[in-house]
Nanobody, 121 residues
Framework: QVQLVESGGGLVQTGGSLRLSCAVF????????MGWFRQAPGKEREFVAA????????YYADSVKDRFTISRDNAKRTGYLQMVSLEPEDTAIYYC??????????????WGQGTQVTVSS
């Protein structure tokens, strides 16, 4: 059994920053990529960023490139999403997930419950 718990969401003003964390509990994570997705009200879940196990490969959605940074610390069993220059369009529930390195949500096997990020204008 694997459990993912996100934290770090909140309310910030436009231009602000947040750092999301994703703590992983349960069986070993060896080999799993970690991805971050988000879902805004009335919209489908969309890819944000992904990182492979060895941290050698990272992928970003065009909408967050140069503003968001994905990282992970396998020893701490925790992943991170550093977000800067936040915009109202970034408002969404953010989910972390474990699975195959992909921009597609169906390639991820384990999901957290999500953390709300709200950016006020």
């Amino acid at each position: 059994q694997v459990q993912l718990v996100e934290s770090g969401g909140g309310l910030v003003q436009t231009g602000g920053s947040l750092r999301l964390s994703c703590a992983v509990f349960g069986r070993t994570l060896s080999g799993y990529a970690m991805g971050w997705f988000r879902q805004a009200p009335g919209k489908e879940r969309e890819f944000v960023a992904a990182i492979n196990w060895s941290v050698a490969s990272k992928y970003y959605a065009d909408s967050v490139k140069d503003r968001f940074t994905i990282s992970r610390d396998n020893a701490k069993r925790t992943g991170y999403l550093q977000m800067v220059s936040l915009e109202p369009e970034d408002t969404a529930i953010y989910y972390c997930a474990l699975g195959a390195l992909s921009t597609t949500s169906r390639e991820y096997y384990y999901w957290g419950q999500g953390t709300q990020v709200t950016v006020s204008s």
